[in-house]
């Protein structure tokens, strides 16, 4: 499964907004990050569409998200920015071809079908068990406990 980097961009950008009291430009996440203000952009907006994060417009404005870091998951991320569709779509193929099944004896998923649904219910498990604060968590373990004390340093020098 390939997600896009459109998912990586927006869960960083949750992770620094869960650091911030006050809406963050997404110039200044874009900068923070070193990606393309207008790519991000339009991932911003999509996580506004599904409710993770609230827009704020005017000179003071910018995003935050709409509710705790700990409520809100990774699935509900990636779900924003790549959609709900599953990773595997089963087209039937074992009814094509010189050897095609019946449709009839068709009547449940073929195995293939029942271990991707599988995976992909794991795969839905394992991402709705962090949330963005579990992320910020790890980053700041994985830095020695400075990551976010820098990230919210930096968010206070924002310009205005």
Do not use: F
Not at 4 to 18: I, K, P, Q, R
Not at 60 to 86: F, K
Not at 89 to 108: D, F
Not at 133 to 148: H, K, Q
Request: one cysteine or more.
């Amino acid at each position: 499964m390939k997600l896009s980097n459109g998912v990586e961009w927006a869960l960083h950008s949750c992770v620094t907004l869960s650091q911030s009291r006050d809406p963050v430009q997404a110039t200044r996440l874009a900068e923070l990050h070193g990606i393309p203000r207008a790519y991000l952009a339009k991932h911003l907006q999509a996580l506004s569409r599904a409710g993770i994060v609230h827009a704020t417009a005017g000179q003071v404005g910018g995003y935050t998200l709409t509710r705790p870091a700990a409520s809100v998951t990774l699935l509900e991320v990636v779900q924003a920015i790549d959609g709900t569709e599953p990773a595997y779509r089963c087209t039937e193929i074992r009814q094509r071809g010189p050897l095609a099944v019946p449709a009839e004896q068709c009547a449940r998923p073929c195995a293939i079908a029942r271990a991707m649904a599988t995976a992909q219910e794991a795969w839905h498990r394992a991402l709705d068990a962090v949330s963005i604060a579990d992320l910020a968590a790890g980053i700041d373990r994985d830095s020695d406990g400075t990551a976010m004390a820098d990230v919210r340093r930096w968010l206070a020098d924002s310009p205005r």
